[in-house]
Every structure is written in structure tokens, then in C-alpha cells.
């Protein structure tokens, strides 16, 4: 008795040819293959810059919406638009600029001083034992101290000029900076020193190739935080017989019951902010291309 064969003949990753369709994008017939899409790549058909504005658009909405009904008084928090035209005003007489200017310059002087303590404190601890024991006690301790705590003695010491002011900013800057040199030294991996040395590398080799670059993720986190920390301590050192500047601005709007100048106040320094962030991400960037990390899903 014959047998009539209809076993069906392989197709694409034997899918069988018999399944209806008709003939596949790569040529085979009866298999029709559809692109799978996933969710993540749904997501990224929204440009991510929207994605990342929708939050700020739709909370100066809900500002606007209640300002514009009465719920929120201009007593209390003043309009977007009102705080635009104050904006414009303050930009047009040349006040804010002149006031941005002096608190960047102050920040600037500030920061220098704070990373140069921060980080040749934490390189020291770091990477010699005895710098640990002489360095690190002392450290803790001071970093235990509110910033803004030490103002009265520093202006005892200092009076109330400029020095002051990059003072107080400086020892806000330095102790995020030596906690994350500190802890980025202290954390490069053992098995890479070994590695180091195995292929000749000297006490100097090892600190340059290996320990450095195993520590500059985390300097570069420290100078993030640091960052926040200098524009928190010009706010403090600002109210110092400070007779320009942003925070300046702020304690006179204080006075007069000018809750749009401090909020213009206000939106001044976090774009700052953000702007300090921004350079410190795209340092990050081009000194870390070496070091793959997970972006999110």
C-alpha cells in the first residue's frame, strides 16, 4: 500500500510552509512575518526631550489655571505671566544679568578653592595610609558642622567682604568632593591592582592607569553634589552685607512682599543649576566613554 508523504517541508526557523499567508518579506512561501515591536521602542517614538518637559509644562499649567481662578493669591505666590513681565523688566534695566554675573563670579572663586581642598584632601586619604589617619578624623568631624552654622565665626575672622562669602562656598564644595575621591579610590577593585602590578606596572603606573580612572566616576558624582552645595551657600553667603547678587535680590524683595522677584530669584538659580549639571554630565560623557553603563529601560 503507498503512502502518500505530506509531511510539510521546512520553512523560516521550521515554520512550516503550508501556513497560510502567502509568502514572506525574506521569500519563503506561506510565512508571513510581522516586526515585533516592543513597548520600549513605542516609548521612544515620543522624542524623549518631550517626554522629559511634560512634567515642568504641565505643573506651570496647574500654576496658571489656579492663579488665573483665585485659588492662589498674588499675595502669596504671583502668576507665571506676572513673573514673566517681572522677569523681562529686571533682564531690560540690566539688573538681573548684573546680579547673575557677581553670584557666578562668587560660585566660580568658591568652587575653585573647595575642589582643590576636596580633591587633594581626598587623594591624599586616599591613596596613603597615613594621609587616612591624619586626614579623615578631622574631616568627618567638620563635615558634621552646618555650613551656614560657621558664618558668625567667619565673619569674625574674615569680616564681611568677599572673602567670606567664596569661603563659606568653598567649605561647602570640599567636603562632597573628598568623600566621593575617598570612596572612589577606596573602591577600585583589588583584582585590577593585581592585574597591574602583574603586568609591570609601578607603584606610580598603578595610581595613574588603574587607581585614577577607577576613581573619577566617583569624583565626578562628588563634583555634582558639590555643585548644589556651592549655589546653597552662596544663598547663605549672599545675606552677608551683600550688596548685589542674586541672593542680594531676594532679601530685598523679601522687605517689599515681591514674591515675583524671588521666584524670578529662584528660577535664576536652578537654571544654573542646572546648566552646572548639564557640564558636569557631558564631562562625564567624554572622560567615562571607557565604562558601558545602563542607561534605563
Excluded at 523681562?88 to 544679568?97: H, K, M, S, V
Excluded at 572663586?109 to 586626614?135: C, F, K, P, W, Y
Excluded at 574631616?139 to 558664618?151: E, K, N, T, Y
Aim: with cysteine; hydrophobic share 50%; proline share 5%.
Amino acid at each position: 500500500m503507498s503512502t502518500n508523504n505530506t509531511s510539510p517541508k521546512p520553512g523560516i526557523s521550521g515554520v512550516s510552509s503550508n501556513v497560510p499567508g502567502g509568502v514572506g518579506p525574506s521569500g519563503a512561501a506561506g510565512v508571513d512575518l510581522e516586526p515585533i515591536v516592543s513597548a520600549s521602542s513605542r516609548r521612544r517614538s515620543v522624542p524623549r526631550w518631550l517626554r522629559r518637559a511634560s512634567g515642568p509644562l504641565l505643573l506651570l499649567a496647574l500654576w496658571q489655571v489656579f492663579s488665573a481662578t483665585g485659588a492662589l493669591q498674588p499675595d502669596i505666590l504671583a502668576s507665571p505671566g506676572t513673573i514673566a513681565r517681572t522677569a523681562g523688566g529686571l533682564i531690560a534695566d540690566g539688573t538681573l544679568p548684573s546680579a547673575m554675573a557677581v553670584s557666578v563670579q562668587r560660585v566660580a572663586v568658591g568652587l575653585a578653592l573647595g575642589a582643590t581642598a576636596g580633591v587633594g584632601l581626598g587623594l591624599l586619604s586616599g591613596l596613603l595610609r597615613i594621609g587616612e589617619d591624619l586626614i579623615d578624623a578631622v574631616v568627618q568631624m567638620l563635615r558634621a558642622v552646618p555650613f551656614a552654622g560657621l558664618i558668625p565665626l567667619l565673619i569674625v575672622w574674615l569680616g564681611i567682604g568677599e572673602t567670606v562669602k567664596a569661603t563659606l562656598i568653598a567649605f561647602a564644595v570640599a567636603f562632597p568632593l573628598y568623600m566621593n575621591t575617598y570612596a572612589g579610590i577606596r573602591g577600585v577593585d583589588q583584582q585590577l591592582i593585581e592585574a597591574g602590578a602583574t603586568l609591570g606596572l609601578g607603584r606610580w603606573g598603578l595610581i595613574r592607569h588603574v587607581v585614577l580612572p577607577g576613581a573619577l566616576p566617583g569624583a565626578l558624582t562628588g563634583l555634582r553634589f558639590a555643585l548644589g552645595s556651592a549655589w546653597l551657600a552662596l544663598v547663605f553667603g549672599e545675606t552677608v552685607n551683600a550688596g548685589d547678587g542674586i541672593g542680594f535680590l531676594m532679601d530685598q524683595a523679601r522687605e517689599y512682599y515681591r514674591t515675583d522677584v524671588i521666584v524670578v530669584c529662584l528660577i535664576v538659580y536652578a537654571c544654573l543649576g542646572l546648566a552646572a549639571d548639564v557640564v558636569v554630565r557631558t564631562l562625564e560623557r567624554l572622560l567615562l566613554q571607557w565604562r558601558p553603563t545602563f542607561t534605563g529601560k
